[in-house]
């Protein structure tokens, strides 16, 4: 899984679409579950005053909140009033769990690419690594399963499975086996600007990277940097190199049908200055005397 994207600003509420109240709600949940491992829905359906389920069928698709309650909760969880308008006009879509988005995934060469709206959705690391963990010979199509492979709270890994389901990134069979529909190839370098959603995974992978330093054993992973001076117009053809270099290790590393085994991993490549010079003062050309011919005195 091909990720390239700026880094986030720090931010202590989740982000959403502005026309998605429920997925708003679902990223405010998961944001609380992350704080606090044991938060449950029913404190949440506590929150925000609303009956736990009439929230569960909500989450699941099966019930749409009227304009009067998404303004109510809104207001609950603190929203500026302005985007709790926002909220409250845009007609939530009946068919958003059960038709995936068909402008999620563009394609763009060898690698499709994800509109930054699908993106916001998913901007979180771990749906990229279940995307990954599918390919394992040994994954499992369970959410539990795959919240103890990733570290992650079972109700992270559900919202996640529902997100990636409902941009049609991945299928859920009749016999319940989860299929990637992504075509293992999900990009976002095609995507020349910065976001919050971009900056936020980055920052994220950073953050896993700082950990992995701390907790995983030397033998299973590679940390190396080095400093050095550059030149800065040739940063342009640098990104084309990192980007190529990426694909290729990618090729080699990946799981074939000989793999036994297998481990999601993140490969994060930063270039970054350290080194801010002042602009060099511009030269202005000395300009030289003008040599004058000496009047002749008349005689």
């Known amino acids: 899984m091909k990720l390239d994207s700026p880094l986030r600003k720090t931010r202590d509420a989740p982000q959403a679409r502005d026309s998605d109240f429920v997925a708003y709600l679902k990223n405010d949940f998961a944001f609380r579950c992350r704080k606090n491992p044991s938060y449950r829905l029913a404190a949440f359906a506590r929150l925000i005053e609303t009956d736990l389920s009439t929230l569960s069928k909500v989450f699941k698709g099966t019930r749409t909140l009227k304009s009067r309650a998404i303004r109510r909760i809104g207001i609950k969880l603190g929203l500026d009033p302005t985007r709790v308008d926002v909220f409250a006009s845009q007609a939530l879509r009946s068919n958003a769990k059960t038709q995936p988005r068909t402008d999620a995934i563009q394609s763009s ?3 499709p690419t994800i509109s930054i709206d699908s993106f916001q959705m998913i901007s979180d690391w771990y749906h990229y690594a279940i995307l990954e963990l599918i390919a394992l010979p040994h994954f499992k199509s369970s959410v539990h399963w795959i919240a103890r492979a990733l570290r992650i709270t079972p109700t992270e890994a559900r ?5 990636l389901k409902t941009l049609g990134m991945i299928e859920e069979t009749k016999d319940g086996k989860i299929v990637d529909r992504s075509g293992g190839y999900t990009s976002t370098l095609a995507n020349d600007f910065s976001a919050a959603a971009f900056r936020n995974l980055q920052k994220q992978i950073l953050e896993k990277g ?10 299973k992973r590679s940390q190396t940097s080095m400093t050095m001076a550059i030149d800065p117009a040739k940063i342009p053809i640098a990104k084309k190199m990192i980007q190529k270099f990426q694909e290729e290790l990618n090729a080699f590393l990946g799981v074939t049908t000989k793999t036994t085994g297998g481990e999601v991993y993140h490969l994060g490549v930063s270039l970054y200055p350290v080194s801010f010079s002042p602009p060099q003062p511009e030269k202005i050309p000395v300009q030289k005397p003008r040599k004058t011919t000496p009047e002749r005195q008349s005689l």
């Open 159 to 163: 919202l996640a499975v529902e997100r």
């Open 109 to 111: 060469g060898d690698y």
């Open 210 to 219: 700082v950990q992995a330093l701390e907790e995983i054993p030397f033998e």
